[in-house]
């Protein structure tokens, strides 16, 4: 910062630190702006370090919480490096902070903020961790911490267990193996790469948390739920008596013809594709070999050797990504208003119904007592995410397949339902939505949940700091107008939409 900017921010910070309650987020907004902008700082933000820890500690304690995140985020710009200058001047003051920590009466919302800025220092890692420990926060919270401050060992690295915490990760042997069958594969390239994206992951968790904290007051912690432990496949059910119904739908995604069945498999009578059939699981993203008796055998194999992300899904990380994604901090949203949703808005006319990325079936459950389970498909593009469903759903058949080319033919389906999914295929979602539009009959609902990208610029960058598998880039969510257009253009009228927070709640109907 240069002489002529220096003293704008320090009345930037002067304004903030008087501003009535009811301007204090407009001018936190103001001053962030002067100094950061979606992960990057700007040039007068070095030069006011000085100011923000001043203020940090004179303010009184509604306004300490917002001061800790902004230095944090500052701090965060130069990540991975944890020796810039910028992080040199934030770590500077870690006296102050440790003392803040430590210092009776600040209330969670200033506590979860300073874990958030100390969680950039793992040069200080031990002397933190003791001051943090002291505060006896939530379990997640210190774990979150713990991971964020510990450095790499390339010998023997520990990856992908993070989110939405590491103490939410409980493993048994065959998990473990797991991961270090898959680790060891690894470059020290992509070992550091993995070891970052994990990171910025916790970081962003924390971040998100401690933002919407000092902005509205304590989160509700979720209940604890362990991860439950791995399940083994049953022997398949009737394949051909379960797909029967709903083969008329179907068509090959080969050559879009009609699919049979016929011995165990899908088969096209057009290009003779045959397509796995196994556990209730119909396999349209390969095709078995003409003679080969063993596919459905390979593919039961490969259903008993997954691992049981499905389960953790359902039970940890789905919750927890409602919190993060829809600014739910506070459990505004809840189980009971979501089955709400989809009883009073599917509304399917003659036909299957869709359930479109339907993951571990809790939602699927739910479609299933609205419409009837006799009327019910579910797909999704994740194998260990249907081995779960069909455990729980064994009358409902599940379909591996794309959400970007649906295999059913043009106006097949009553309905389609996709709760929670569209943003796990954030690149196809427009070509989704299409295909959505041209599998509906006239009069059929498309219902759907989804999230869209926070107002707030510093909440809408904690939500994209999150790596996840289909996100590596971070996590993407949607602007309203886009959905609006897709939908139009597919040639779907809304006829319903509402959400709190970041939430989208959306009914749309195919008209003709």
């Known amino acids: 910062m240069n002489v002529s900017t220096a ?169 473990r193996a797991f991961d270090q069958g898959w680790i060891k594969e690894l ?123 499905g389960l953790f899904y359902e039970a940890v990380a789905r919750p927890a990504f409602l919190r993060v994604s829809g600014s739910d901090w506070g459990g505004e949203v809840t189980p009971a208003d979501e089955d709400r949703y989809i009883a009073e808005h599917v509304r399917p006319v003659d036909g299957p119904v869709l359930d479109l990325g339907a993951g571990a079936g809790r939602w699927t459950a739910v479609i299933a007592d609205t419409v009837g389970a006799e009327r019910l498909i579910a797909l999704d593009s994740a194998l260990p995410m249907l081995n779960v469903l069909r455990g729980r759903l064994p009358e409902v058949p599940s379909v591996l397949a794309s959400a970007a080319e649906l295999p059913f033919h043009d106006a097949a389906l009553g309905a389609v339902v996709c709760w929670n999914a569209l943003q796990a295929f954030y690149a196809d979602a427009g070509a989704a939505i299409a295909e959505v539009g041209r599998v509906l009959r006239p009069g059929g609902t498309f219902t759907l949940m989804t999230f869209r990208r926070s107002d707030d610029p510093v909440y809408r960058y904690f939500q994209s700091a999150h790596r996840f598998p289909q996100h590596q880039g971070g996590l993407q969510l949607f602007d309203r107008d886009d959905l609006k257009r897709w939908l139009a253009d597919a040639g779907l009228t809304v006829r319903e939409e509402s959400g709190p927070g970041t939430f989208v709640f959306l009914t749309a109907v195919r008209e003709h």
């Not at 962030?32 to 303010?59: F, N, Q, R, Y």
């Not at 920590?101 to 793992?122: D, E, I, Q």
């Not at 040069?123 to 001051?131: E, F, P």
């Not at 596919?295 to 992300?309: G, I, N, T, Y």
């Open 7 to 175: 003293p704008v921010a320090a009345g930037l910070t002067g304004a903030f630190l008087g501003a009535a309650p009811d301007d204090l987020a407009g001018e936190f907004r103001t001053l962030v702006d002067a100094l950061w902008d979606a992960g990057e700082a700007k040039a007068g933000a070095l030069a006011a370090v000085p100011d923000l820890v001043s203020a940090l500690a004179e303010a009184d304690p509604g306004r300490k919480g917002h001061l800790a995140v902004l230095l944090g985020l500052l701090a965060e710009t130069e990540y991975p490096d944890p020796d810039g200058p910028l992080t040199r001047a934030v770590r500077g003051h870690l006296g102050t902070y440790l003392e803040l920590l430590g210092t009776p009466g600040g209330g969670t919302p200033l506590t979860l903020a300073l874990l958030y800025l100390l969680a950039h220092f793992p040069g200080d890692r031990n002397r933190i961790l003791a001051a943090a420990s002291a505060r006896e926060p939530e379990p997640e919270d210190l774990s979150r911490l713990d991971r964020a401050l510990a450095t790499l060992d390339l010998d023997a690295p520990d990856l992908g267990r993070v989110w939405p915490s590491p103490s939410a990760w409980t493993l048994n042997e065959d998990e």
């Open 187 to 309: 470059t020290p390239e992509q070992l550091t790469a993995n070891w970052e994206n994990d990171t910025r992951t916790v970081l962003g968790c924390t971040g998100a948390r401690a933002y919407w904290a000092v902005c509205n007051g304590d989160p509700r912690n979720l209940p604890t739920a362990p991860v439950p432990e791995r399940r083994e496949v049953t022997a398949p059910v009737a394949d051909a008596t379960l797909f029967a119904p709903h083969l008329d739908a179907l068509r090959c995604p080969s050559c879009k013809s009609p699919l049979a069945s016929h011995d165990g498999t899908a088969r096209c009578g057009t290009c003779r594709a045959r397509y796995p059939v196994a556990g209730g699981i119909l396999d349209l993203t390969a095709t078995a070999a003409e003679g080969d008796g063993d596919a459905a055998a390979d593919f039961l194999e490969k259903l008993s050797r997954v691992p049981s992300m």
